[in-house]
């Protein structure tokens, strides 16, 4: 037997179940609707499975009914503006700061994610970047990440937050800070 079977027969297997439901969270999140909230809920309580199986999905229950509320606040009143005197942000608007890591980098730096007005900006010591948001594509979350493609599709920035909720915000205030085509 080799290492990789050892692993694989030692690792617990997910839950049918649990992944069934997984899917049909991902896709409530990409439409915030906040009746899909009671559903999804109504539906991990039918599984009886016990809380500590669950806790992780309780997590991204709280997450969805979060971004769903944050969503329809923004269509009213639109993005909000947050005070920080982290100096790389200048005089600009902020509308979004966490504690984020870059994974996928060498050292898997940790640091600031901050969204302003002009640009998505990640400060974690050599390894920060900054770019304008015109030359940002498309924004996704996966799990507790954002992810941002550059328009040229020549790379991808993911950004690991501390919870689902951060996530789900970051990915939703970064759709609304890309420019859309035909959008002045």
């Given at each position: 037997m080799g290492l990789w079977d050892w692993v694989r027969r030692r690792a617990p297997r997910e839950d049918?179940?649990?992944r069934d439901w997984k899917r049909e969270w991902t896709a409530a999140a990409l439409d915030l609707d906040s009746a899909a909230v009671e559903t999804l809920r109504s539906r991990l309580n039918a599984l009886g499975l016990p809380e500590d199986d669950v806790e992780?999905?309780?997590?991204m229950l709280d997450a969805l009914e979060d971004a769903a509320a944050f969503s329809s606040?923004?269509?009213r009143t639109g993005l909000p503006v947050i005070e920080t005197g982290h100096r790389i942000v200048a005089h600009e608007p902020c509308h979004f700061t966490v504690?984020?890591?870059m994974p996928d980098e060498p050292g898997q730096p940790g640091g600031r994610l901050l969204f302003t007005s002009?640009?998505?900006i990640f400060a974690g010591g050599p390894h920060s970047l900054s770019s304008a948001w015109h030359m940002i594509?498309?924004?996704a979350h996966d799990a507790r990440d954002v992810v941002l493609v550059r328009t040229m599709r020549d790379r991808i920035?993911?950004?690991q937050c501390n919870s689902f909720s951060d996530a789900l915000r970051g990915a939703l205030i970064a759709r609304e800070l890309i420019p859309?085509?035909?959008k002045l």
């Open positions: 049918a179940r649990l992780i999905e309780r997590e606040e923004i269509a504690s984020a890591s002009r640009r998505v594509g498309e924004a920035y993911r950004f859309r085509k035909g």
